[in-house]
């Protein structure tokens, strides 16, 4: 396949070789560890060890890559196995991060409890101001990290004007394109050098598989990563790789429902009077808009909102919410409901990234809208 197909083309045919022994039109999971040799050192297709490749991860790594435009992907065992793998093939002790003031509460707990702890720092900035990053850079910074839209706040970075500050001051821009997926938004055209997905949300999409994922441009920063990810060996096995792949062929169609439902859940929400704020960034009000509107194709499937009561009046909607599943994670065919400060988002209480109390965060799937209003209204009283 080549980068001159449509999207929905490639999420279903990049990668997907018909199987040479069978004519297989899905590949076959390679359960498998090793792998005979035709005399030593004679790799038939260069596989010797799983670990190292495997033919169902290489199937979804080439997939991965050119959905988002990448010289290379690389499929891992989390979506903080990646970040993980990422973070210690770029840092040094004495290196210095910038990272957003509303990033997901696993990503803050690996800066602030791992990272940390062998000597690299961290500053948080509003990423949606360009200015706010400018500021935060030191001479020791090595990667502007960034999350658009963000968790769970729903906050947009102009991925353009933040690339622009890492060229000058000599570093890394690494997107965390979990939220949006390469249909709605492809980073590395806009100027970032990493992707970083959590595979298990929308490219999986059907919350049966935990995966993680990082596709770069750089053929020899991409080289350099693969050479981490098999010295630390947090890899995606081979079926969760399978069941990665097969969600990715219907992203597109996916991804257009949940936009088009988490548009009518917010159309509702903004006239509901119990609802104080919606955290949209397909609201014409929401401070992120125009740059969501430029770099996104549509505004996704995420909708966080507060309400009028607080933090109990929050948990009482998760609770009463029947159609809407109590859960974490995101990304699925099925709605969930969640409540951050006490749940995603635990683990930033009492840091910068403290999320408000009385916010409640939606994933919207695709299931009928109409019964997906009911269950809000109804949820809320």
């Known amino acids: 396949m080549t980068d001159q197909h449509s999207f929905e083309t490639l999420a279903i045919h990049a990668g997907n070789t018909a199987d040479p022994l069978t004519g297989a039109v899905v590949p076959p999971i390679y359960q498998v560890s090793t792998y005979k040799q035709d005399g030593v050192g004679g790799l038939r297709g260069g ?13 979804l790594e080439e997939n991965l890559a050119a959905l988002e435009g990448g010289q290379r992907g690389l499929a891992f065992a989390s979506g903080l196995a990646a970040e993980d793998c990422l973070l210690r093939t770029l840092l040094a002790p004495g290196d210095h991060v910038v990272i957003p003031n509303d990033a997901y ?5 690996l800066f602030a409890k791992v990272v940390s702890r062998w000597g690299v720092e961290f500053s948080v900035a509003d990423t949606s101001d360009p200015a706010a990053v400018r500021a935060a850079v030191t001479p020791r910074t090595k990667v502007i990290w960034v999350e658009t839209p963000s968790n769970p706040l729903l906050g947009i970075t102009d991925i353009a004007a933040v690339a622009d500050i890492a060229r000058t001051a000599g570093a890394r821009l690494v997107v965390d394109n979990t939220f949006a997926s390469p249909y709605l938004q492809q980073p590395l055209a806009l100027g970032a050098d990493i992707v970083v997905h959590s595979t298990t949300k929308y490219m999986g999409g059907h919350s049966d598989v935990v995966g993680g994922a990082l596709i770069a441009n750089d053929p020899e920063l991409a080289e350099e990563l693969a050479y981490h990810q098999n010295a630390m060996g947090a890899i995606a096995g081979p079926f969760d790789a399978w069941l990665v792949l097969r969600g990715i062929k219907t992203l597109a ?8 439902n988490a548009t009518r859940v917010v159309d509702m929400l903004t006239s509901h ?8 960034p397909g609201l014409p009000e929401h401070p992120g808009h125009e740059i969501a509107a430029k770099q996104m194709k549509a505004f996704g499937g995420m909708v966080s909102f507060r309400i009028k ?11 009463r919410a029947k159609l809407f599943t109590l859960g974490e994670s995101l990304g699925g ?3 969930l409901i969640e409540h951050p400060g006490r749940m995603t988002h635990a683990s930033v209480a009492g840091s910068a990234l403290e999320v408000p109390a009385d916010l409640v965060r939606l994933s919207v799937g695709i299931e009928s809208g109409d019964d997906l209003l009911a269950d809000l209204k109804q949820a809320l009283g």
Do not use: I, W
């Open 273 to 280: 009077p119990k609802v104080t704020q919606v955290l949209y």
């Open 333 to 335: 065919v099925e709605s």
């Open 253 to 260: 169609v996916r991804m257009d429902r949940h936009s088009e």
């Open 309 to 319: 009561g607080g933090e109990e009046a929050a948990v009482e909607v998760c609770n």
């Open 47 to 59: 596989y010797e060890y799983s670990r190292s490749a495997n033919p169902t991860r290489t199937a």
């Open 105 to 109: 509460g696993g990503t803050f707990r």
